[in-house]
């Protein structure tokens, strides 16, 4: 069974940082693209960014690039999101996806766990 755990959501000031971290189980970690979406309220859901350990490849939407980092520890089936210079806009539910492997990459997600909220205050 897939399972997706999200943590590091919180309250921080704009201009602030963070740190998601995602514990992945149940697949093969470095055979699936892994990342996280954001959904604000009354908002449609957003892809933030994407990793694959196996080939290296990463997916940065344009909103966050420059901003946002993403890695990931194939020891322990974890990915990371640092976030810094955080704006309010960035206010949202996160969520850790397993997306599909289908082109273009990080775009289908296959799987997710329960998200982490992150509020940015202006």
């Known amino acids: 069974e897939v399972q997706l755990q999200a943590s590091g959501g919180g309250l921080v000031r704009a201009g602030g940082s963070l740190r998601l971290s995602c514990a992945a189980s149940g697949f093969t970690f470095d055979e699936h693209d892994i990342g996280w979406f954001r959904q604000a309220p009354g908002k449609e859901r957003k892809g933030v960014s994407c990793i694959s350990s196996g080939d290296g490849y990463t997916y940065y939407a344009d909103s966050v690039k420059g901003r946002f980092t993403i890695s990931s520890d194939n020891a322990k089936n974890t990915v990371y999101l640092q976030m810094n210079s955080l704006e309010p806009e960035d206010t949202a539910v996160y969520y850790c996806?397993?997306?599909?492997?289908?082109?273009?990459?990080?775009?289908?997600?296959?799987?997710w766990g329960q998200g982490t909220l992150v509020t940015v205050s202006s």
């Open positions: 996806a397993q997306y599909l492997k289908v082109d273009p990459r990080c775009r289908v997600v296959g799987s």
